[in-house]
């Protein structure tokens, strides 16, 4: 009994701080730029990326009185697996889903109709091969585009502007560099190839929230 006191005593004295939360809820639309990484054999060498293409997210934020915020967001983007070498390319349709969890740092105080950020944060990225395999693929000395799924840990970093239209719309422009390490279920080094480091995913985005305003 003593502990669910306090437990209903925590709760209690927790609402005025949740309160004062400023609630955002939204959703965008952008695309995904991708660099690329090398992958080595003995006989050569073949670039290895994602291929541009749209992408899109929804996020769930709280933001307080004060300058700092946080951001649940889920992205989607489409993009095929490419391999190219001197004028031979190889693609493999694609897709990838993330889910991670930003900081958020405002240049200016809450309430503000413009407000610049920055975030950071992580999370984690599946790298998921949806094309249709076949018997010869170009380059597959160097590696295989494959219908596989690859789970990879993701870092978040970026930077927008918000700025409020209405008093619960609210317009938000934003860029992203999404790292991740090389996904080498779904482009797979062939034996005697080596391929690694980090991707960059760059994705500028687009988008409108409802935000809630304190005391709702």
Known sequence: MKLARMLVVCAVAAVPAAMAQRWEFGGGAGGGFYTSQDVSAPSGSAAAKIQSNVAAGVWLANNGRGRWGGEARYDYQRGALQLSSGGTQ???????????????????????????????????????????????????????????????????????????????????????????????????????????????????????????????
């Open 90 to 216: 190889a693609a493999f349709g694609a897709e990838t889903h993330a889910l991670h969890y930003d900081i958020l740092w405002h240049a200016a105080p809450s309430g503000a109709r413009v407000r610049p950020f920055v975030a950071a944060g992580a999370g984690v990225k599946v790298y998921r091969g949806t094309g249709a395999e076949v018997v010869f693929q170009p380059l597959s000395n160097f590696a295989l585009l494959t219908k596989a799924r690859d789970l990879t840990a993701l870092v978040s970093v970026g930077g927008g502007v918000k700025m409020q239209l209405t008093s619960h719309l609210q317009l938000r422009m934003d860029l992203h560099d999404y790292l991740t390490s090389f996904p080498m279920q779904v482009i797979a080094p062939n034996v005697g190839s080596k391929v690694g480091g980090w991707l960059h995913d760059f994705v500028p985005m687009v988008g409108l929230s409802y935000t809630s305003t304190p005391g709702e």
